[in-house]
Every structure is written in structure tokens, then in C-alpha cells.
T-cell receptor, first 114, second 111 residues
Framework: ETGVTQSPTHLIKTRGQQVTLRCSSQSGHNTVSWYQQALGQGPQFIFQYYREEENGRGNFPPRFSGLQFPNYSSELNVNALELDDSALYLC?????????????FGPGTRLTVT | SQQGEEDPQALSIQEGENATMNCSYKTSINNLQWYRQNSGRGLVHLILIRSNEREKHSGRLRVTLDTSKKSSSLLITASRAADTASYFCATDHSGNTPLVFGKGTRLSVIA
């Protein structure tokens, strides 16, 4: 078990609604990355926050947005939910923003959009 | 796409056998990491191998890297039922870009 926590564990929303997912990073980590994992696929990078600033973004539309707070916890917000947004959302914290750092993953939030 | 690809997609073996899974990628890397995921939960880091390394060991895990072939392999020796999980490779291509994950290999170890 890592020290990364995510809430909620499961969530069911209706198409068009908005959702906020939360992540608490491991102590001492200043970087949080968010991933979307569809069933049977690998995690797809959404964006990364380093010291409260967005530090890279994957191929996701602007309705996916985020925040990182001074304690390095983070939120992922998704507006105007679509059915294809149904997935496991994973956050991962690390000691730094570069790719040679090990990522510590939380258990994920399972989002279902109906 | 820079996405790594694992092979095979799924692997089923008997307890005690060795399991080998492969990862191929398209562009040069700084390092490659292997992760494990149990039943749709969070991923757990297994091992990191740098581009100037050819082999690394960690317990029953052995990872090799062949940068000329742009491929890596993960060997799990003397597998156990508890090794049943999905295994992903993740590549770091430039140091300032995020890790790129493959689609994973689903390993089933039958007791």
C-alpha cells in the first residue's frame, strides 16, 4: 500500500453532469499525475501538477481540469460528462516531475457515467 | 504513438513456472519502468531500468533492456498464485514528459 489516497472509491453520474475527484499525495511528494484507465487498457496520462502548477497535459479536452493545493493534494474536475468518461481514474504522486521518478499510485476512483 | 506494447496480451501458467512478458516501444527512452496492477486497483512500481543498463534483478524479478531492438522483458521466476495481476511497462522518453504506459499483460498463475 502506498500513502496515496483517493476519494471517492466509486461514483455514478449522469451524462452532462460534473464531477470532482480527490487525491492526497504521499508525504514529501510535490508532483501529482492523473491518469484515465479504460477497461482492459493501460493508464492514459491526463495531466500533471508540480508545485501547484500544471506541468504537462495529455490528449484530453479542456473539460478535464485540475488543481493542486499547497499541501500537494490534488483535484481532477470533469465537466459535461460523457459516456466514454466511464473509467478508473488514478492519481500518482512522485518526488519530482521528471520521468525517472517512481510513481506511487492511489487505489483509484471508478467513475460510471450513465 | 510512443506507447509501449506488451506481449502477450494474456498469459496463463501453472504455479512454479516462469512467466516472461515483453514490452516494445518506438522512440528512444531515458528509462523504462515495470508496474503491476491487481484487479483494477492502483499500480505498484516493480523495477526501473535505465537506458544504459542491460539487466536488473529484484527478488524473483529479472528485467532486461535491449535499446537496439527497443524492447524490454520482465521475467518472474517460480511464479505463485499471488503473482496473478496485470503487468505494465512505462517508458520515459525525454525526462520532462510523463511516463507512457502500454496496454499491459494479464498474467494468471494457476495453483
Amino acid at each position: 500500500e502506498t500513502g496515496v489516497t483517493q476519494s471517492p472509491t466509486h461514483l455514478i453520474k449522469t451524462r452532462g453532469q460534473q464531477v470532482t475527484l480527490r487525491c492526497s499525495s504521499q508525504s514529501g511528494h510535490n508532483t501529482v499525475s492523473w491518469y484515465q484507465q479504460a477497461l482492459g487498457q493501460g493508464p492514459q496520462f491526463i495531466f500533471q501538477y508540480y508545485r501547484e502548477e500544471e506541468n504537462g497535459r495529455g490528449n484530453f479536452p479542456p473539460r478535464f481540469s485540475g488543481l493542486q493545493f499547497p499541501n500537494y493534494s490534488s483535484e481532477l474536475n470533469v465537466n459535461a460528462l460523457e459516456l466514454d468518461d466511464s473509467a478508473l481514474y488514478l492519481c500518482a504522486s512522485s518526488l519530482g516531475s521528471q520521468g525517472h521518478y517512481e510513481q506511487y499510485f492511489g487505489p483509484g476512483t471508478r467513475l460510471t457515467v450513465t | 504513438s510512443q506507447q509501449g506494447e506488451e506481449d502477450p496480451q494474456a498469459l496463463s501458467i501453472q504455479e512454479g513456472e516462469n512467466a516472461t512478458m515483453n514490452c516494445s516501444y518506438k522512440t528512444s527512452i531515458n528509462n523504462l519502468q515495470w508496474y503491476r496492477q491487481n484487479s483494477g486497483r492502483g499500480l505498484v512500481h516493480l523495477i526501473l531500468i535505465r537506458s544504459n543498463e542491460r539487466e536488473k534483478h529484484s527478488g524473483r524479478l529479472r528485467v532486461t533492456l535491449d535499446t537496439s531492438k527497443k524492447s524490454s522483458s520482465l521475467l518472474i521466476t517460480a511464479s505463485r498464485a499471488a503473482d496473478t495481476a496485470s503487468y505494465f511497462c512505462a517508458t520515459d522518453h525525454s525526462g520532462n514528459t510523463p511516463l507512457v504506459f502500454g496496454k499491459g499483460t494479464r498474467l494468471s498463475v494457476i495453483a
